[in-house]
């Protein structure tokens, strides 16, 4: 999520600027950053690496399905729950 606000931050900065409207700095901080990290997070825990968490100071993988990166099972329910993602904030 780190990186996504990063990588987000000139964007917001650059709409704060030409808005002058804090609502709209946080609103998209929070799509951009949270929403970006989470649903990329979801995705690559079905890769065979997985993601990897914190416990007890002790770095753990979790890692649901194993499907290696060039699964093209895997690439395209990847790709179907992108479609789904981008529906529902279009939605919203």
Request: proline content about 3%.
């Amino acid at each position: 999520m780190g990186w996504g606000l990063l990588t987000s931050l000139p964007i917001v900065l650059a709409l704060h600027f030409l808005f002058h409207s804090p609502i709209e700095l946080i609103l998209v901080t929070f799509m951009d950053g949270v929403v970006a990290g989470l649903s990329h997070m979801l995705l690559d825990i079905f890769t065979e690496k997985g993601i990897y968490h914190k416990v007890d100071g002790k770095w753990r993988r979790i890692a649901l399905a194993h499907f290696s990166y060039d699964n093209p099972f895997a690439n395209g329910l990847a790709f179907l729950l992108g479609i789904l993602m981008l529906f529902v904030a279009m939605k919203f």
